[in-house]
């Protein structure tokens, strides 16, 4: 990133139910041991089957540091959708959700998740407790931050089986009920996962169940419920591959992992993986420049999603940034601010990617083809790396200057996007940890957009309203592509310092095909929680979607290319 310089169906009487578990899949990148994934299923047989069947991996030799990250044994997680009497319900805790109209007395609740617990008679749960929406209450964040809240308070109460209700649901359509479970779930799983694989020491999650209530029955909530488990399954995936320090997750270790991801749902995903020869025979040097200094040697990463029937009518890439390690290279980051110790997140963009074909696999929706693209590679310093005034020469002819080493993700998404384009797609999207700049202009939680395509634009936004996720379209201003005009060659590869995030897209987009609609998503501000110290999975909930008038094959108003869309988004950003 360049800096800125100068879940046979288990079903109850008037309920449906769906498990959860969080549990270690075994690959290269486990083992370690890249402890927890959360995994979603209704049946809890074939699960059972499945894991036991597994194969399991080794590494060769040990990383660097000897770290072992820790086997940690898998608790589950039960959700279930009742109408039942609030008088009925036993458990733990019966968690109740206000708005600022529900206040009473001087019970106030008027910031979103502030809760207050009560002791009442004639109950059958333990305790009851009121958990504050705040004043904003119809957007998906909105609830997905209620479900955090409720299996916060489950931890600090060590609470196993919780229930969740609205207030009141008067005013509430069906489909709104439903996206509301969907959101209260995911905000319940995401909030009770904790990424311990590194740590010498992690406590189980004591929840066991929640029970969602007053929000219906039936199987369109059950099949919401379903979707909203294997997109926190690829969120999860993405966190833990964004959390991983660099010395476990090189280059060669993420492309194994795309690799087990496809052995997984071969029905649908299949994988290439192109080593440095076979990306010189691509004339990939842009690329092949930025991981020239490094002893890992790059990985080059395809997966490819096709649907298990019926006709492709949509052909759709997403490109991740892959750096997995960034020093700057010969333009090092260095003094105060200049969050190298940070730069394991520069892949978060691969991690978005990888977890939207893992959450893919798992939902396969009709009619859209997606390729999963990843440049994979560090930039590191050494005698053989390239050094700033180097003249690099990409995939599709165009020569680069490179006036600093330290924009090295647009070297590398450069022979990335032009491979996109040269699959026959029709629509890309490429998700990057790419500017310091753009974290200065939008701050910590909110991505930048660019596109030329108002229809793509459109498309994405409507996603990221359903994912929850925050972005914003910014310009791009084809008067500041002066900047990054060249004495020697076809351009450099920076500008000044001014506009950096706005450059940084025009850069990209000499390497889309005009006929191929683009959108770059700028998300080095929200990849990562400064109070968490830990990756987000942003864009890992924003969900990306592409087009979708066709006819939608999930819930609710997901089409088919948008249910790709929805979930890349969503992985990248979520939280």
């Known amino acids: 990133m360049a800096a800125i310089t100068g879940i046979s169906s288990l079903t109850l009487q008037a309920s449906t139910s769906s498990a959860c578990y969080y549990h270690s899949c075994p690959s290269i990148f486990t083992n370690w041991r890249f402890g927890t994934i959360w995994d979603f299923s209704f049946t809890v047989s074939a699960l059972s089957s499945r894991r036991a069947t597994r194969m399991a991996h080794s590494i ?45 007395r001087r019970i106030l609740l008027e910031k979103a998740g502030q809760s207050t617990a009560l002791r009442l008679p004639n109950l059958g749960s333990k305790r009851v407790v009121l958990i504050g929406l705040g004043s904003v209450i119809s957007t998906t964040a909105a609830y997905r931050s209620l479900g955090e809240a409720v299996a916060a308070t489950a931890k600090s109460a060590q609470a196993s089986n919780v229930s969740i209700t609205l207030a009141s649901t008067t ?38 169940s929640v029970d969602i209530l007053g929000l219906g029955t039936g199987p369109e909530i059950e099949r919401k419920l ?77 997966l490819c999603y096709k649907p298990p029937g019926g006709a492709v009518k949509t052909k759709l890439a997403l490109v991740g940034k892959g750096l997995t390690f960034d020093s700057g290279g010969y333009n090092i980051k260095t003094g105060p601010g200049c969050s190298i110790e940070f730069m394991k997140f520069d892949m978060g963009g691969s991690a978005a990617v990888l977890g939207a074909a893992k959450a893919l696999g798992q939902i396969k929706p009709a009619g859209v ?57 029709e629509k890309i999207i490429d998700l990057a940890t790419l500017t310091g700049a753009c974290a200065v202009a939008l701050g910590p939680s909110i991505a930048g957009v660019f596109t030329p395509s108002d229809d793509l634009a459109n498309e994405v936004f409507e996603a990221s309203e359903v994912s929850g996720e925050k972005l914003w379209r910014m310009p791009l201003e084809e008067s500041y592509w002066e900047s990054m005009k060249s004495g020697v060659a076809d351009m450099v590869n920076t500008g000044g310092r001014q506009g950096g995030a706005i450059t940084a897209a025009l850069f990209l987009k000499q390497f889309v095909d005009e006929k191929v609609q683009w959108m770059h998503i700028d998300m080095a501000g929200p990849v990562r929680n400064d109070k968490k110290k830990s990756a987000t999975g942003f864009v890992g909930r924003a969900r990306a979607r592409a087009r979708a008038r066709a006819r939608t094959s999930t ?4 089409g088919e290319v948008r249910v790709a869309v929805a979930v890349a988004v969503g992985i990248g950003a979520g939280g």
């Open 171 to 208: 005013e509430l359509s069906t489909e709104s009920k439903l996206s509301l479970a969907s959101a209260i779930a995911t905000g319940a799983v995401l909030g009770t996962y904790e990424d311990n694989r590194f740590k010498s020491e992690s406590k189980k999650p004591a929840l066991k």
């Open 60 to 104: 060769a030799k040990a990383t660097l540091g000897l770290t072992r990250p820790n086997q940690i044994e898998p608790p589950k997680i039960t959700f279930a959708a009742k109408e039942i009497d609030l008088l009925e319900w036993k458990g733990d805790i019966l968690a109740v959700v206000c708005c600022l109209k529900h206040r009473r």
């Open 555 to 558: 819930p609710g108003r997901l």
């Open 369 to 425: 083809e997606v390729h999963f693209i990843v440049a994979a590679c560090e930039n590191m310093i050494s005698g053989t790396g390239m050094r700033p005034g180097d003249i690099v020469t990409a995939s599709n002819g165009k020569t680069i200057e490179v006036n600093n080493t330290d924009a090295e993700g647009r070297l590398t998404l450069a022979d990335a996007l032009v491979y996109a384009c040269n699959q026959g797609v």
């Open 226 to 302: 379903k979707y909203a488990e294997d997109v926190c399954s690829g969120i999860i995936f993405g966190k833990e591959l964004a959390n991983a320090p660099a010395n476990v997750l090189t280059p060669g270790v993420l492309a194994e992992e795309a690799k087990r991801i496809a052995s997984e749902y071969t029905d649908v995903l299949s994988a290439t993986i192109l080593d440095v020869e076979q990306c010189k025979e691509l004339r990939m040097g842009s690329y092949l420049g930025v991981a020239a200094a490094s002893a890992n040697p790059p990985h080059f990463i395809h």
